[in-house]
C-alpha cells in the first residue's frame, strides 16, 4: 500500500553522514554497489562497464562541491543515498503499491515483483535516490541495507550498512533517529546536524553534520593578503583576441 | 525533464479524444448536434481510438507494461492510480453514449453527462500527475491543469468542427466555441511562459547540499564521469533560444494557423473541409510541440546536486 503508515514509526532507521571528515574515497559507494548486486535488490545492471560510456544502478553516489569563494572556499565531499523520508512523495505517487514505507523502522523499500517502472517516485524524489534498471526494467534504491542490518548470520559488528561498514574514516552512522536517546540523535543534537532541501517538506531521517568551523575561529583558511584568484580568468580569456582565436580553434 | 514520445503522444492524442466526446455528448444533450447514425459512430470511433492508443502508447514507457494492471490500486494516494482507473472508467459512459447514438439515434442524456463528467475528470487527473510533484516548480503551479484542459478542448473543439464540416453539420455555435478555446488555450500558455520565465523553486544548490552558510556552492566533481539515470531522465535541458523558437511555432501552428482557417472558411464556405482539415493537421503538431516543451523546459530539482543553481 502506497499510503504512508498512518501511525509514524517511533523508530526511525537512517544514516548521519558527516561532511567533515568525508574525505570522498567512494569506498562507501563501491561497497554498497558490492553488496547489494547480491543483495535485496540484485542485481544493479552495468551497461558498457569496461568500454567508453558505462552507466548502471548506484544507490550512493560522492559528488564534490566547492563551498565559498576564494580563500573562504572549501572543498567538501558529499555522499548521498536515499535519505528514507518521513512524508516521502515516492512513496505516495506510486500507482501500484510497490513502494512502500516500513512502518516498524521507516525504511523505504521497493516491492520489485509489484513495480512496473513507470518511473514516477523517481520523479518525485528531490534528492536523486532512486535508479531505474533498465535491464530488469523496475526501479531500485537504497534499502539501509535491510538484508544486513537484520541478518543473524552476520556478527553483530558487520550488522550496519556496508557504506558504514566500509567508509574508512568513521564518515558515516547508523543508528535509530527516533529515539533521542541514540548515538547518532546526540550526535546530531551535539553537531547541529541539519536536513537536505527541508524546504521540500519531506521531512529525511538521514542527517547531515556541517564541516566544522576553521581551527583558527575563522572562517579564512590563510593569510588574508595571498590571492588564490585563477590568473587567467574567462573574462580575459575573451577578451584578448589571440586567445579567443585559440579558443575558436579548439572548440572547432 | 526528458521528453518521452510515448507520454507527448499519450497526453496530446487521449486529451483531444476526451475533449471531442466530452463536446459531442454536451451539445447533443443541449440539442445543438443531431442524433445523426453516422455523425455519432465516427464521432466516437475517433474520440474513442485517440483515447485507446493514448492509453495504450503511455505504457510503452512502462519497464514492465504487463504488470500494467497494478496500477489501478493506489487510488488512495497516487494521481496516476487515479487517472488509470478514470480513464478505464470512461469507456462505460462512453461505450452506452455511442450505442444510443448509433443503433437507437436517440442521445442517452444520463450516460452522456455522466461521459462528460468522467472525460474531464481523466484530463484533469492526468495534469495531476505533473501538477503534483514538488520537485519540478514548472510543473507544480496553477497553470498546468488550465493548460492540459484547454490545449485538450482546442483540440476536440477542431476536431468536431471537421467532422461537422463532413456530415455538412451547420454549426455556427461551434466556430464561437473553437474561437474561444483557442483564446483560452492560448492565454494560459501564454501565461505558463510567462510564469516559468520569471518563478523558480525555492530550493538551491545551497539549501539541496546544506553547505549555503558557506557562501556560493557550486560542482566540483561530479559523482560519475559519464551520464547516469538521473542525468538522462531528469537533467534533460533545451538551449533557451531553441525553447523560444519552439514556443513559437507551438503558438503560430497550434493557435493561430487554425483561428485563420475559421476565419477564412468563414468567408470561403467552400473551401470549409479544407481549412478544418489544415487547421486539425496545424493544431496537432503545434499541440505536439507544447507538450514537448512542457516536459523539456521542465527543470527537476535533482539538478541542484549536479550543477544547477536553481531548478
Redesign the interface.
Known amino acids: 500500500m502506497t499510503s504512508l503508515p498512518t501511525e509514524p514509526a517511533t523508530r526511525r532507521l537512517g544514516l548521519v553522514i558527516d561532511l567533515d571528515i568525508c574525505v570522498g574515497c567512494h569506498a562507501c559507494a563501491v561497497n554498497c554497489k558490492e553488496w547489494n548486486a547480491g543483495g535485496h535488490m540484485a542485481p544493479l545492471t552495468d551497461f558498457d562497464a569496461f568500454g567508453e560510456k558505462p552507466s548502471g544502478v548506484w544507490f550512493n553516489r560522492i559528488h564534490t562541491f566547492e563551498a565559498g569563494e576564494g580563500a573562504d572556499g572549501r572543498t567538501v565531499h558529499f555522499p548521498k543515498s536515499c535519505l528514507h523520508c518521513e512524508t516521502p512523495d515516492c512513496v505516495t505517487v506510486c500507482p501500484t503499491g510497490a513502494s512502500y514505507k516500513r512502518a516498524a523502522d521507516g525504511i523505504v523499500l521497493i516491492n520489485e515483483d509489484m513495480c512496473i517502472g513507470c518511473k514516477l517516485c523517481s520523479w518525485a524524489c528531490p534528492y536523486g535516490a532512486r535508479e531505474y534498471d533498465e535491464d530488469v526494467g523496475v526501479m531500485k534504491k537504497c534499502t539501509l541495507c535491510v538484508d544486513r542490518i537484520y541478518n543473524e548470520t552476520l556478527d553483530e559488528v558487520e550488522r550496519v550498512p556496508a557504506c558504514v561498514s566500509t567508509c574508512p574514516v568513521g564518515a558515516r552512522h547508523f543508528g535509530d533517529l527516533g529515539d533521542p536517546e541514540s548515538s547518532v540523535s546526540q550526535l546530531v543534537a551535539e553537531r547541529e546536524g541539519y536536513d537536505l532541501m527541508p524546504e521540500m517538506g519531506y521531512r529525511p531521517t538521514n542527517k547531515y553534520l556541517p564541516p566544522r568551523p576553521r581551527r583558527n575561529g575563522s572562517t579564512s583558511c590563510g593569510s588574508k593578503s595571498a590571492p588564490t584568484e585563477p590568473v587567467v580568468d574567462a573574462a580575459t580569456l575573451t577578451n584578448h583576441p589571440f586567445l579567443r582565436w585559440v579558443d575558436r580553434l579548439l572548440t572547432r | ?1 526528458y521528453p518521452a514520445y510515448s507520454v507527448i503522444f499519450f497526453t496530446t492524442a487521449s486529451g483531444a479524444g476526451y475533449a471531442l466526446m466530452v463536446l459531442l455528448s454536451l451539445l447533443a444533450v443541449l440539442g445543438v448536434l443531431p442524433a445523426e447514425r453516422w455523425f455519432g459512430f465516427t464521432g466516437f470511433l475517433i474520440g474513442l481510438i485517440a483515447v485507446t492508443a493514448g492509453l495504450l502508447s503511455s505504457t510503452y ?5 504487463e ?2 494492471w ?5 487510488w ?6 487515479r487517472e ?1 482507473i478514470l480513464a478505464v472508467a470512461t469507456f462505460v459512459p462512453a461505450g452506452l453514449t455511442a450505442l444510443g447514438w448509433v443503433f437507437f439515434e436517440q442521445i442517452w442524456w444520463l450516460p452522456a453527462l455522466l461521459l462528460v463528467a468522467l472525460a474531464i475528470t481523466t484530463i484533469c487527473a492526468t495534469a495531476m ?1 505533473y501538477a ?5 516548480r514548472r510543473w507544480r503551479n496553477g497553470w498546468t491543469l488550465p493548460g492540459y484542459l484547454t490545449m485538450a478542448f482546442a483540440s476536440g473543439v477542431l476536431w468536431l468542427c471537421l467532422l461537422c464540416a463532413v456530415f455538412e453539420i451547420r454549426g455556427e455555435p461551434l466556430l464561437w466555441l473553437a474561437l474561444i478555446s483557442i483564446f483560452a488555450a492560448s492565454l494560459v500558455k501564454l501565461g505558463y511562459w510567462r510564469f516559468v520565465d520569471t518563478e523558480t523553486g ?2 538551491t ?1 545551497g ?18 564521469t ?5 542525468l538522462k ?2 537533467g534533460f535541458k533545451i538551449a533557451r533560444k531553441h525553447a523560444l523558437k519552439l514556443r513559437r511555432i507551438a503558438l503560430l501552428l497550434g493557435f493561430a494557423a487554425p483561428v485563420l482557417a475559421i476565419l477564412i472558411a468563414a468567408l470561403m464556405p467552400q473551401a470549409t473541409l479544407f481549412l478544418f482539415i489544415l487547421a486539425v493537421l496545424a493544431n496537432a503538431v503545434g499541440t505536439l510541440t507544447e507538450r514537448w516543451l512542457f516536459f523539456a523546459e521542465a527543470r ?3 539538478t ?3 550543477g544547477a543553481d536553481v531548478a
Open positions: 525533464m514507457h512502462l519497464g514492465r507494461p504488470r500494467a497494478r496500477a489501478f490500486s493506489q488512495r494516494s497516487s494521481w496516476l492510480s488509470g500527475i503534483s510533484l514538488k520537485t519540478v525555492n530550493a544548490a539549501s539541496a547540499t546544506g553547505l549555503g552558510r558557506f557562501g556560493k556552492v557550486k560542482l566540483f566533481a561530479a559523482p560519475h559519464e551520464e547516469n539515470y538521473l531522465e531528469m527537476h530539482v535533482v541542484l546536486f549536479y
